[in-house]
């Protein structure tokens, strides 16, 4: 069974203190990994499409990685605006699950001042 | 405008009524989805299309329908609302593949008394 897994469920930062949020998948075969943001009462935002191992995306203070069995979601430096909910789903090759995006359940990092 | 319209944000709705939640996008994608989305349970799939004549349920379809109207308009209905639907709930489109993923609308909550 398609599956996700993000860990920590919450992580609390301070302003500055680097960190990584981590999703593992287990997928027959792997489409595509993609990172989302979400904010309280607001729809995900799309931050990044991984597709094959060894690819790294960079946006801002945000980096993401992929590796065979895992993504990491690397935080440098962060701000209070980045306090939010990450949301990893991936996509498997075959057609088990129609090409529908599988969604862990989230990371909410909060950042302090 | 939004790529992704969803109405209403907001709605409190008694046991038993039935409730449509309507969603438009103009992104031109075939593909379209509702999830809802519950605390410590994550995104879930209630149903999605993959054109105006296939709609497919998801893993959580009980107690739900839906109807594409056309291209851009994909509505969901709860036939006979229950307190245990309520939640946020995403409706999300996407191209042929999904490979730039999702864009999701802003959501509706809707509360079940």
């Known amino acids: 069974e398609d599956q996700v897994t993000q860990s920590p469920e919450a992580l609390r930062l301070q302003e500055g203190e680097s960190s990584s949020l981590n999703c593992s998948y287990t997928?027959?075969?792997?489409?595509?990994l993609f990172w989302y943001r979400q904010d309280p009462g607001k729809g995900p935002e799309f931050l990044f499409t991984l597709y094959s191992a060894g690819e790294e995306k960079e946006k801002e203070r945000l980096k993401a990685t992929l590796t065979k069995k895992e993504s990491f979601l690397h935080i440098t430096a962060p701000k209070p605006e980045d306090s939010a909910t990450y949301l990893c789903a991936v996509q498997a090759v075959d057609g088990g699950s129609q090409g529908n995006l599988i969604f862990g359940k989230g990371t909410k990092l909060s950042v302090k001042p | 405008d939004a790529d992704v319209t969803q109405t209403p944000r907001n709605r409190i709705t008694k046991t038993g009524k039935r409730i449509m939640l309507e969603c438009s996008q103009t992104?031109?994608?075939?593909?379209m989805y509702w999830y809802r989305q519950d605390p410590g349970l994550g995104l879930r799939l209630i149903y999605y299309?993959?054109?105006?004549?296939?709609?497919n349920k998801g893993e959580i379809s009980d107690g739900y329908s839906v109807s594409r109207q056309a291209q851009a308009k994909f509505s969901l209905s709860l036939e006979s609302a229950i307190p245990n639907q309520t939640a946020l709930y995403f409706c999300?489109?996407?191209?042929?593949?999904?490979?730039?993923?999702?864009?999701f609308g802003s959501g509706t909550r809707l509360t079940v008394v």
């Open positions: 992104k031109g994608h075939d593909r």
């Open positions: 999300a489109t996407s191209g042929p593949r999904a490979r730039e993923g999702y864009t």
């Open positions: 299309s993959f054109d105006v004549k296939d709609i």
């Open positions: 997928v027959s075969g792997l489409r595509g």
